[in-house]
Structures are given as structure tokens and as C-alpha cells.
């Protein structure tokens, strides 16, 4: 399976911006997908992520109220709008998928994500 994410640029604070993420390949399960992001000299950092049946979401605190993930179930695609950019959320941001179910709420964990798209860059200037 692979992921195509697409979306990143420069914006200024206050402005928005939407993710895209592709899935494609031959057969592949899908669980749920999810947003990560890193910052130059910061860990990376669980964003969000959608359960694929039934579309349940997480949200980090950090984006909460802020950004919002969604799905095309059919085109096996994510989303991820951000709204009210801040500068502190300058980084690449990844997508990343879970095949498989692993436990009740296993998409809002970032340890079940086992396969990963290339990075998009996110820059918010002040």
C-alpha cells in the first residue's frame, strides 16, 4: 500500500489549509488513517486520526477545535482541514495508515500506524 499526501505550503497565521492523503495498492486492509507532524528539533506529534468504518476521530489537544480529519470512504482518501493556523504549527506533516484492528480505540493511538506516506510542509508565518 501507498500514500500520496498532498496539500502542504505557506499560509499566515489565522489562514487554513487542507491535507490530502491517497491511499492506493492492490488489496490492502484499511483500520483507520491519522495525521502526524514534526517540527525542526521536536518529536513527532500524533495529530489526528479517523476510524475508517463508522469515521470515529481523534484530535490532539494541541489541534482540538482547531483541525479536522475526515475520510472519503470510497476514494480511500484523507483529510486533514486546519483552521486558525499558528505559527506553532509549522512542521512536515505525515499521514500514515493502520491496517489492522489491534484494540477498542486502537486509531487514537499512534503505535498502530504501520504504514507511512512521504511528508508535506506546513509553514505558518506570524
Known amino acids: 500500500v501507498q500514500l500520496q499526501a498532498s496539500g502542504g505550503g505557506l499560509v499566515q497565521a489565522g489562514g487554513s489549509l487542507r491535507l490530502s492523503c491517497a491511499a492506493s495498492?492492490?488489496?490492502?486492509?484499511?483500520?483507520?488513517m491519522g495525521w502526524f507532524r514534526q517540527a525542526p528539533g521536536k518529536e513527532r506529534e500524533f495529530v489526528a486520526g479517523?476510524?475508517?468504518?463508522?469515521?470515529?476521530?481523534y484530535a490532539a489537544d494541541s489541534v482540538k477545535g482547531r483541525f479536522i480529519i475526515s475520510r472519503d470512504y470510497a476514494k480511500k482518501t484523507a483529510f486533514l482541514q486546519m483552521n486558525s493556523l499558528k505559527p506553532e504549527d509549522t512542521a512536515v506533516y505525515y499521514c500514515?495508515?493502520?491496517?489492522?484492528?489491534?484494540?477498542?480505540?486502537?486509531?487514537?493511538?499512534?503505535?498502530?500506524?504501520?504504514?507511512w506516506g512521504q511528508g508535506t510542509q506546513v509553514t505558518v508565518s506570524s
Open positions: 500514515a495508515l493502520d491496517r489492522y484492528y489491534t484494540g477498542v480505540n486502537s486509531y487514537m493511538s499512534s503505535s498502530s500506524y504501520d504504514v
Open positions: 479517523i476510524k475508517w468504518s463508522g469515521g470515529s476521530t
Open positions: 495498492g492492490r488489496s490492502f486492509s484499511l483500520y483507520a
